[in-house]
């Protein structure tokens, strides 16, 4: 079973920098596709950003330019660094990764407001 926790959230102004991080165990994720999802109050989760095993990546229009994910496969570590952050970024951050057994993690609370 693919079991993930993430950090790196917190409060930041607008404007502002975060990097999340997302620790992986069970399983070496390098040869899965990965990805950043994230959920606001009231909204449905939604897929920001995402990494192929090939290198490939691909982003919502919102985060386009601002958000980078990547991964360290010697860390089993998969990243999501967030600049020029926006109060709609409020939200908790999920990774994810595509094995059949993944189990969702808690997320990490990333909130945008000065």
């Known amino acids: 079973q693919v079991q993930v926790v993430e950090s790196g959230g917190g409060l930041v102004q607008p404007g502002g920098s975060l990097r999340l991080s997302c620790v992986a165990s069970?399983?070496?994720?390098?040869?899965?596709?990965v990805g950043w999802y994230r959920q606001a109050p009231g909204k449905q989760r939604e897929l920001v950003a995402h990494?192929?095993?090939?290198?490939?990546?691909n982003y919502v229009a919102s985060v386009k330019g601002r958000f980078t994910i990547s991964r360290d496969n010697a860390k089993n570590t998969i990243y999501l660094q967030m600049n020029s952050l926006k109060p709609e970024d409020t939200a908790a951050y999920y990774c994810?990764?595509?094995?059949?057994?993944?189990?969702w993690g808690q997320g990490t609370q990333v909130t945008v407001s000065s």
């Open positions: 069970g399983r070496s994720v390098s040869i899965y596709n």
């Open positions: 990494l192929t095993r090939d290198g490939n990546t």
């Open positions: 994810n990764v595509a094995s059949s057994d993944f189990t």
